[in-house]
């Protein structure tokens, strides 16, 4: 057993799960330390810590509230929005225990089903406001979920400027880009069409969903927020989902009233994904390329 495994073991015991006799990584994870604990009746459950490693390579840890946080998104995710999710077993300033659920399968039917179920979430939670009753976490970076009545200045200020003072971005973005950003930012009402607010995953991407015993999509590791829809479509289409995946996409435009033009928006819509990877991780597996090619129809020609 590895030392991360080892750790894993530890906090469990420290917690009360006693009966848990071994534990092996799970796959997939990039901000805490994963794994799968056997219990002594023979289940399993999944367990993520933060543990050494990652607080070496990452800087400090998220704050105590961690942990709580994502299993309120689980719960709201579950509870509001009719989206099945893992059940949570333990949550507090150490520790996440939640129950197992099986890889996705790669059918056309699983990605319909995600689909109707997406579809569902974002046309039946809407919000008259954007935000979240606290912060969160994206990673191991605060997620601002400061409330605000206009979707524009919720997405400038909250979810693309926000970024601009995390030590890598300023590193990775000189001052060229920076201004392009807040060009752009300027001109999000010129860019994106008003829609309401509504519960969102917050990082949907697709290694984020997973199936329950019966099959059923379920979402993992959220980052909630009551925002625009879109926020979690492009982060769906713009992290190379599978090629099954295709349904998914054609089912939710016509399920929620997409407009034609939607798949232009996209990029716009993931550079807030993009800065929150450039801040967090070396290498940034090209995302600052990604933002200064999108950034590059608002610079300034001499």
């Known amino acids: ?103 996705r399968p790669g059918t056309e039917a699983f990605w319909e089903q995600l689909a109707h179920a997406l579809a569902h979430l974002h046309t039946s939670t809407r919000h008259p406001r ?52 807040e060009r752009l930012c300027d001109r999000l009402p010129e860019l994106l069409p008003v829609r309401p607010a509504c519960l969102t995953h917050g990082d949907l991407w697709a290694l984020n969903v997973m199936a329950t015993p019966d099959g059923r999509p379920a979402l993992i590791d959220p980052a909630v927020s009551y925002t625009w829809a879109e926020v979690d479509l492009a982060h769906l289409w713009t992290t190379a989902p599978p090629p099954e995946a295709h349904v998914f996409f054609d089912r939710y435009a016509e399920l929620t009233g997409l407009d034609r033009d939607w798949r232009d928006r996209m990029p716009i819509l993931q550079l807030r994904q993009h800065l929150a990877v450039i801040a967090q991780f070396t290498p940034d597996w090209g995302a600052a390329d990604l933002v200064r090619a999108t950034l590059a129809p608002f610079r300034r020609r001499p």
């Not at 009545?149 to 300023?170: I, K, M, N, S, T």
């Open 1 to 103: 057993m590895t030392d991360a495994m080892s750790f894993l073991l530890q906090r469990l015991h420290a917690a009360g799960l006693t009966d848990a006799v071994a534990a092996e990584p799970a796959t997939g994870g990039l901000a805490a330390t994963a794994g799968l604990a056997r219990r002594g009746d023979g289940t399993s459950v999944f367990v993520k810590a933060f543990d050494e490693v990652f607080v070496e390579a990452f800087g400090e840890p998220p704050s105590f509230d961690a942990f709580a946080a994502e299993a309120e998104g689980l719960t709201a995710l579950r509870e509001a929005g009719g989206i099945a999710t893992p059940e949570i077993i333990l949550a507090d300033r150490d520790l996440l225990v939640l129950s197992v659920l099986r890889p």
């Open 130 to 181: 954007f935000g979240w009753h606290r912060d969160n976490w994206l990673g191991r970076r605060r997620q601002v979920n400061t409330w605000e009545d206009d979707g524009f200045e919720f997405f400038a200020q909250h979810r693309l400027l926000r970024w601009l003072d995390e030590p890598r971005v300023r590193e990775a973005l000189d001052a060229a880009d920076r201004a392009a950003l």
